[in-house]
């Protein structure tokens, strides 16, 4: 019973049809459809945060223009309402990394490992890329393109590496 509802949910993800929760910016109707939030400063900020990267090269930075500015980020709280809040590194982070934002619908971006010391812990890693099991590209209304995308996780990468 267990291998056939697993295989039914990969099923949908390969279909890009698993509703799973959507970042902040995205919103589902009642027929499943993902849009863009109705509220236009939403989208409004997350591009601001893309195009405020890209010839900036550092999330550090985009927090400092956000924090020049006076501006917020938009958030989702525990109840899946949206909130503005005060901009970190991680938030920044949090948005340039989720390809939802380049149209595509990812599944398995994270593995679990589960290690012999501590009984009940688990550490979840982020997979590259290549690695994640299912992406289906051009599946949500995007914010950035495939290729803007991949230029930013390249800079994000290399940022890191030094």
Do not use: C
């Not at 949908?12 to 993902?34: C, H, I, N, S």
């Not at 982070?93 to 501590?118: D, S, W």
């Not at 290729?147 to 990468?157: K, N, R, S, V």
């Amino acid at each position: 019973m267990r291998a056939r509802m697993t295989a039914g949910l990969l099923n949908k993800a390969a279909r890009g049809d698993l509703a799973l929760t959507l970042p902040t910016g995205f919103e589902r109707d009642t027929q499943g459809r993902v849009h863009t939030d109705p509220n236009l400063e939403v989208p409004s900020r997350l591009t601001f945060v893309f195009e405020t990267f890209v010839p900036r090269r550092s999330a550090s930075k985009v927090l400092e223009v956000l924090q020049a500015e006076g501006l917020r980020l938009p958030r989702r709280d525990r109840f899946g309402e949206v909130v503005w809040k005060r901009p970190t590194i991680a938030a920044i982070l949090v948005i340039l990394q989720h390809p939802a934002y380049a149209g595509a619908f990812p599944y398995g971006r994270t593995r679990t490992l589960h290690n012999g010391t501590a009984p009940g812990r688990a550490a979840t890693t982020r997979l590259p890329v290549e690695q994640w099991r299912i992406r289906v590209n051009d599946k949500y209304p995007a914010y950035i393109s495939w290729t803007t995308f991949e230029q930013i996780q390249t800079m994000l990468h290399d940022n890191h590496a030094a």
